[in-house]
C-alpha cells in the first residue's frame, strides 16, 4: 500500500474558463506539490495535480488551498468524485 503524501479537506469546488473544475479546501497533513495524484472512483480513475493554489481572504481572514487537475475536469465530475466534507490522499506520481 503507498503511503500518501498529503491531505486535502475539501470544503468546496469551482470552475474556471480552461482550467476546468477544481477542489477548494486545506491542506491538512503531509505536503501537496504539482504532479501528485489523487483516485477516484469514476473514470478516469486518476487525476494529476497541476496546480496548489492559495486563495487568501484576509478581509473575511478565511486561508484556503485550491487542487488544480491536468485533466481538467468538468465541475459535475469533480463534485461526484469528490464531495464536500471529505478528507483525500494526495499521493506522489
Do not use: C, Q, W
Not at 7 to 14: D, R
Not at 37 to 44: A, E, G, I, R
Amino acid at each position: 500500500m503507498i503511503e500518501p503524501s498529503g491531505k486535502f479537506e475539501i470544503t468546496g469546488h469551482y470552475e474556471l474558463t480552461g482550467r476546468g473544475g477544481f477542489l477548494i479546501g486545506r491542506i491538512v497533513d503531509g505536503v501537496i506539490r504539482i504532479g501528485m495524484s489523487v483516485t477516484t472512483d469514476l473514470d478516469p480513475g486518476e487525476l494529476k495535480i497541476a496546480g496548489v493554489e492559495y486563495l487568501d481572504n484576509f478581509s473575511e481572514g478565511k486561508y484556503r488551498n485550491a487542487l488544480i487537475f491536468a485533466e481538467k475536469p468538468s465541475l459535475e465530475f469533480v463534485k461526484r468524485a469528490f464531495p464536500v466534507g471529505i478528507v483525500i490522499e494526495v499521493n506522489d506520481a
